[in-house]
T-cell receptor
């Protein structure tokens, strides 16, 4: 039981490049979310999903796309990377029952130059 | 911007002292959660609160879900060096989990 797995752990992109951050969970969780963490800003919600085929925007969705074709996977796509997207990205998942909190992955540190 | 206001931003305390931090929101949440984050790691759940007025303990940690459902506090009693880290409050409503900006706790011997 691996929990929430994020890949890659580190990535450097040039401005304008595209990439996909991968997130997979093996706990059969319905809910999944993506956050970015910047110094002094806490974790800000980018996009979230309450089930396969259902996604919605969080606080800072601009510049990011998501899809949820399976329960297990929730990839985050950067279509044209910008330096402002330099951050640490966390994926998290949870059961839909309210008596479970979200479980987090170990993060992807992204630098856009 | 963020809807959750967490305070204080940082705390420098001596080992053995108690720590208190709180979180307020302009929105009502169904669940309040408290997380701790160590450097280079993802947040780890400490305590979850599900009912307004609920008071829950987990070892030296105690947290309460405010009556109005718009606030929560976390207390850490008799702090030890491994309590160092960033503590986050989070409000959960219909699958959407939002975080406060965090409280940096530094424990000195």
């Amino acid at each position: 039981n691996a929990g929430v797995t994020q890949t890659p752990k580190f990535q450097v992109l040039k401005t304008g490049q595209s990439m996909t951050l991968q997130c997979a969970q093996d706990m059969n969780h319905e809910y999944m979310s993506w956050y970015r963490q910047d110094p002094g800003m806490g974790l800000r919600l980018i996009h979230y999903s309450v089930g396969a085929g259902i996604t919605d925007q969080g606080e800072v969705p601009n510049g990011y796309n998501v899809s949820r074709s399976t329960t297990e996977d929730f990839p985050l796509r950067l279509l044209s990377a910008a330096p402002s997207q330099t951050s640490v990205y966390f994926c998290a998942s949870s059961y839909s029952r309210i008596d479970y909190g979200y479980t987090f992955g170990s993060g992807t540190r992204l630098t856009v130059v | 911007g963020q809807q959750l206001n967490q305070s204080p931003q940082s705390m420098f305390i001596q080992e053995g002292e108690d720590v208190s931090m709180n979180c307020t929101s302009s929105s009502i949440f169904n669940t309040w959660l408290w997380y701790k984050q160590d450097p280079g790691e993802g947040p780890v759940l400490l305590i979850a609160l599900y009912k307004a007025g609920e008071l829950t303990s987990n070892g030296r940690l105690t947290a309460q879900f405010g009556i109005t459902r718009k606030d929560s506090f976390l207390n850490i009693s008799a702090s030890i060096p491994s309590d160092v880290g960033i503590y986050f409050c989070a409000g959960l409503s219909w699958g959407k989990l939002q975080f406060g900006a965090g409280t940096q706790v530094v424990v000195t011997p």
